[in-house]
T-cell receptor
Framework: SQTIHQWPATLVQPVGSPLSLECTVEGTSNPNLYWYRQAAGRGLQLLFYSVGIGQISSEVPQNLSASRPQDRQFILSSKKLLLSDSGFYLC?????????FGSGTRLTVV | KQEVTQIPAALSVPEGENLVLNCSFTDSAIYNLQWFRQDPGKGLTSLLLIQSSQREQTSGRLNASLDKSSGRSTLYIAASQPGDSATYLCAVPDYGGSQGNLIFGKGTKLSVKP
């Protein structure tokens, strides 16, 4: 069966520090992968999506970046976090219009 | 640009009541609509996916309907239970934007009181 793993579950980071969130998918090949952010009081916002290894598309200009070094691995990074980067980050994959989300990472930038 | 709206934003009901959550979208040219559940601090769990050719989908006590022409979908929950307390989100594909991107409503926060 297909599963999606996302870690860490929570993270508190100081402003200006780097960030690395990882997401891996099991039980499927060549999935479409996504990073969403859910900020307080706002809906889910697509940050990045990937249709294959090394293929990343960005939706929102920001100081975040994403990489897909392996077929089933998707990484969200930042070199220097801002206070505005705080939020709930969700990784997802899709197949035949059905989306499956990870458990999320609560990031607090202090 | 596609916009998704969910009404009400919050709903509190006593246990056992039947209830309806509403979702509306501005562009009726959708291929499908998906309902999700989100528990506090957790990720999203897919509940139902309705294809544009379908009018209804059922899973247990949940029934979702889709009326493309009017730009509406409803999620019906029968005999609500305290365990149904969560935020319910609907989403449609954004064909005018990113490949495979979903446009989400802001959700309805449901509280079922025992």
């Amino acid at each position: 069966s297909q599963t999606i793993h996302q870690w860490p579950a929570t993270l508190v980071q100081p402003v200006g520090s780097p960030l690395s969130l990882e997401c891996t998918v099991e039980g499927t090949s060549n999935p479409n992968l996504y990073w969403y952010r859910q900020a307080a009081g706002r809906g889910l916002q697509l940050l990045f999506y990937s249709v294959g290894i090394g293929q990343i598309s960005s939706e929102v200009p920001q100081n975040l970046s994403a990489s897909r070094p392996q077929d089933r691995q998707f990484i969200l990074s930042s070199k220097k976090l801002l206070l505005s980067d705080s939020g709930f980050y969700l990784c997802a994959w899709s197949e035949a219009a059905l989306y499956t989300f990870g458990s999320g990472t609560r990031l607090t930038v202090v | 640009k596609q916009e998704v709206t969910q009404i009400p934003a919050a709903l509190s009901v006593p246990e056992g009541e039947n209830l309806v959550l509403n979702c509306s979208f501005t562009d009726s040219a959708i291929y499908n609509l998906q309902w999700f559940r989100q528990d506090p601090g957790k990720g999203l769990t897919s509940l139902l996916l309705i294809q544009s050719s379908q009018r209804e989908q059922t899973s247990g006590r949940l029934n979702a309907s889709l009326d493309k022409s009017s730009g509406r979908s409803t999620l019906y929950i029968a005999a609500s239970q305290p365990g149904d307390s969560a935020t319910y989100l609907c989403a449609v594909p954004d064909y005018g934007g990113s490949q495979g991107n979903l446009i989400f409503g802001k959700g309805t926060k449901l509280s079922v009181k025992p």
